[in-house]
């Protein structure tokens, strides 16, 4: 099993649609939570970070259930420039030491189209 | 100010060469990275660097493979005698410190090696 799963899609939506991505991650000891966007041919680049009590960014909206080791991605109101591949990520303590080891999904795929 | 830059952009190289690839962070970081990205296998982590010293090499698919970190900069990622399964994006991230893992990584453009 993959340390942290999603939907790879792709996801195609009109514009002005609501969209949900979500994750699953596998290492109850995980600490930091993360969505990356990433544009075709790109670097990933950090959308938001992840926390228990849900976190906003104008259309983006991020949820952690650690209970339930899930994490989610929702974005209302798309628009064309939100096409790209969304990256669940996660970093835990490797071996005692106090860094974060990035460890990504597989992205999901969104598109948006007129 | 100036991101994390990687040389060369992309590489194209045959199987059995070596192979040098260059990551400059951002200046202050003292954390470096090194991911490789490819087609169908998503990023996978390939080694950190506190400084100088590499306390997690964990990723590493193999011997062929080694890093070093000079003057708390630059690093050099080596891939010794090529195979075509090293074909990938190699991506190097850099942040400020790296104490609990909140520090956000930045990532360079990377690195297109494709092995004929």
């Known amino acids: 099993r993959k340390e942290v799963e999603q939907d790879p899609g792709p996801f195609n939506v009109p514009e002005g649609a609501t969209v949900a991505f979500n994750c699953t991650y596998s290492?109850?000891?995980?600490?930091?939570f993360f969505w990356y966007r990433q544009d075709c041919r790109k670097e990933p680049k950090l959308l938001m970070s992840v926390y228990s009590s849900g976190n906003e960014d104008g259309r983006f909206t991020a949820q952690l259930n650690r209970a339930s080791q899930y994490i989610s991605l929702l974005i209302r109101d798309s628009k064309l420039s939100d096409s790209a591949t969304y990256l669940c990520?996660?970093?835990?303590?490797?071996?005692?030491?106090?860094?974060?080891?990035?460890?990504f999904g597989q992205g999901t795929i969104l598109t948006v189209h007129p | 100010g100036a991101g994390v830059s990687q040389s060369p952009s992309n590489k194209v190289t045959e199987k059995g060469k070596d192979v040098e690839l260059r990551c400059d962070p951002i200046?202050?970081?003292?954390?470096l990275y090194w991911y490789r990205q490819s087609l169908g296998q998503g990023l996978e982590f390939l080694i950190y660097?506190?400084?100088?010293?590499?306390?997690?090499k964990s990723g590493l698919p193999s011997d062929r493979f080694s890093a070093e970190r000079t003057g708390g900069s630059v690093s050099t990622l080596t891939i010794q005698r090529t195979q075509q399964e090293d074909s990938a994006v190699y991506l190097c991230a850099s942040s400020l410190v790296d104490v609990g893992g909140t520090d956000t990584q930045y990532f360079g453009p990377g690195t297109r090696l494709t092995v004929l």
């Open positions: 290492n109850s000891a995980s600490q930091s």
């Open positions: 660097f506190q400084g100088n010293s590499a306390p997690d």
């Open positions: 990520v996660v970093t835990s303590n490797a071996g005692g030491t106090s860094y974060g080891k990035l460890t």
């Open positions: 200046s202050g970081h003292t954390a």
